[in-house]
């Protein structure tokens, strides 16, 4: 470790001096005059050498470098290969289920409106599978941190 007397000190660490000195007051170790005169040493004090001196003399020493933080634990890393996000098949809108509904009984009641919910059920479709069709390129992670991955039978796009 290194000396003392180059390690520089914290507020805290005079802060624990003054308390050992205040102590050592209480307990009639050190008189007013000597008190005094040290813990105005402690204040002025700069480095770990310097408030060390200050209380040699007396059983209790102070904690210095207690405002350190201690040894990082070490970092643990998961187990496994990062994270994947499956690509090609993607959940349905809520909405389909609820329009194939709509028309399968407009067409049982034989209503004239089953052709126009055919066609706008139709173009939902498609807007719904070419949304499907932009990807991301690159062989890095995207904005989320996954990396694509294509599912089985999943040959879209494929060179």
């Known amino acids: 470790m290194a ?3 180059m390690i520089r000190a914290s507020d805290r660490d005079r802060e624990a001096v003054v308390a050992v000195l205040r102590d050592a007051y209480t307990a009639g170790r050190l008189n007013a005059e000597e008190f005094d005169e040290r813990t105005t040493a ?3 004090g ?3 050498g310097e408030l060390r001196t200050l209380t040699e003399d007396l059983p209790e020493q102070p904690a210095l470098g207690a ?5 990082l634990p070490p970092t643990v890393t998961p187990a496994g290969p990062p994270r994947e996000r499956r690509v090609g098949r993607r959940p349905v809108a809520p909405i389909l289920p609820i329009f194939a509904m709509w028309f399968l009984i407009t067409v049982a009641a034989h209503s004239p409106a089953a052709a126009p919910v055919a066609v706008i059920g139709l173009v939902m479709l498609m807007i719904f599978l070419s949304s499907g ?9 995207g904005r989320d941190g996954y990396r ?3 599912g ?3 040959n879209r796009d494929a060179p």
């Not at 405002?67 to 040894?71: C, M, V, Y």
């Not at 069709?133 to 992670?141: A, E, L, Q, S, V």
Request: aromatic share 6%.
């Open 148 to 150: 694509e991955v294509r």
């Open 46 to 48: 700069r480095t770990w």
């Open 133 to 141: 069709r932009r990807r991301r390129h690159g062989g890095g992670p």
């Open 42 to 44: 402690a204040y002025g």
């Open 67 to 71: 405002d350190l933080p201690a040894a």
């Open 3 to 5: 000396n003392d007397h």
């Open 152 to 154: 089985p039978g999943d």
